[in-house]
């Protein structure tokens, strides 16, 4: 052979190699086993050497099982979704006990937000209120680390721990922008999941109803129990107060919405590996008269659950919403266990309401607006709620 032929046969395998190598880039599930095993392999190599590194040069001690939570959170975090997320097995423990309706912690209710939470309630003789912090305050961070921009779970599983315990919060005011370190003792807190009260206007007697999570399971049968308590002491309408509730569990939104609404469609969720799933009234939740009045309030910390139940009450034409626009999280995530003991929160789809509505990024407006001001000891939100009520208790 010339050396001209053996030339253009190597140009040849070399051409052949080039466009061999892009296409199986794209496609390494057609590469043999041992040569993408040995891919793999270089690709551990490549972050045990960069853990190496870190552990050697990084001017404090790093421990091993730190750099591992971290990458696992690093991989997360890459999807830019904030509501994804990666919980340590020591944050999953922790949200496990608020899914409980208990924890270890200061006693504030949160909602997120991209300075990091804004304050949604502070519970009574809870170490939080002891301290002066009130609603509409925003903690921007957590023992002199910022948590702008993470997720509500991972945020406040910094802010819980062990009773006897001590956190600093990093507190900002949004009117004076004033911004101060409060430093607390943790404590353990019961969290209300609901309460109720009897309040009259316009010659009306009528019902309030708070929810404060739907994180709780077994949520839905705490608000019938103090529903059917207020109706028996003579209520003629009823408020149902979702502020601050910053949802929790889709099957108790629909478990909450069938207490008010008899059949038919709640919610509906699809994704992109996800198909169409519908979730209709439950057939064993007895439904309250029809006849009865129900009105809606909400506010800008209402959101995912309270917004599937505030929304289908509206759109079922079973209740009107007064309030503040909520958060608008149109959103659901897919939650599954992992072997370490944490937790992979994925966005996984959106959900719609009865109209087919997807309320993502602009939440539900409400028929008649109201606002409380935090700063003041009175709510100036719920006569305004009340006074609706009373209007269409009285055009029954």
Request: glycine share 12%; charged share 30%.
């Amino acid at each position: 052979m010339t050396s001209l032929g053996k030339v253009s046969i190597a140009l040849w395998c070399a051409l052949l190699l080039l466009v061999g190598g892009v296409w199986l880039g794209g496609h390494p599930e057609t590469i043999p086993r041992p040569m993408r095993d040995a891919l793999v392999d270089d690709d551990r190599a490549l972050r045990a050497e960069v853990a190496d590194l870190i552990k050697d040069n990084f001017y404090k001690p790093v421990k091993d099982s730190q750099i591992d939570q971290s990458s696992l959170k690093g991989i997360v975090n890459g999807l830019d979704d904030r509501f994804s997320n990666y919980l340590t097995p020591e944050e999953a423990k922790q949200f496990d006990d608020s899914v409980r309706g208990s924890f270890e912690g200061v006693g504030l209710g949160v909602g997120e937000d991209r300075r990091g939470l804004r304050v949604l309630n502070v519970f009574d003789r809870s170490p939080a209120k002891r301290a002066g912090i009130h609603e509409g305050v925003f903690i921007t961070a957590v023992n002199g680390r910022s948590i702008a921009g993470l997720s509500s779970e991972v945020a406040t599983a910094r802010i819980k721990g062990p009773a006897g315990s001590t956190v600093r919060l990093e507190v900002v005011d949004p009117d004076t922008r004033k911004r101060r370190t409060v430093r607390l003792r943790r404590a353990r807190v019961d969290v209300p999941v609901v309460e109720g009260k009897i309040r009259e206007s316009g010659g009306r007697k009528l019902g309030v109803v708070e929810l404060s999570t739907f994180i709780k399971s077994g949520a839905h049968g705490l608000l019938r129990q103090e529903i059917d308590k207020l109706l028996k002491q003579g209520a003629e309408g009823l408020v149902l107060d979702l502020r601050g509730n910053g949802g929790g569990l889709l099957q108790e939104a629909v478990l909450v919405s069938s207490i008010f609404i008899e059949d038919g469609l709640i919610t509906f969720t699809k994704g992109r590996t996800k198909p169409r799933r519908e979730y209709r009234a439950d057939d064993d939740t007895k439904a309250i008269a029809g006849d009865i009045p129900v009105v809606v309030l909400v506010d800008r910390g209402s959101a995912s659950a309270s917004e599937i139940t505030a929304g289908a009450l509206r759109d079922r034409k079973r209740a009107t919403v007064v309030g503040q626009r909520t958060f608008g999280k149109g959103v659901f995530q897919d939650v599954e266990r992992l072997s370490n003991g944490g937790v992979l929160g994925i966005t996984a789809g959106q959900y719609f309401l009865p109209s087919g509505e997807n309320i993502g990024k602009k939440g539900i407006a409400p028929a008649v607006k109201a606002k409380d001001n935090p700063k003041t000891p009175r709510d100036e939100a719920l006569p305004v709620a009340l006074r609706t009520l009373a209007e269409k208790v009285s055009d029954r």
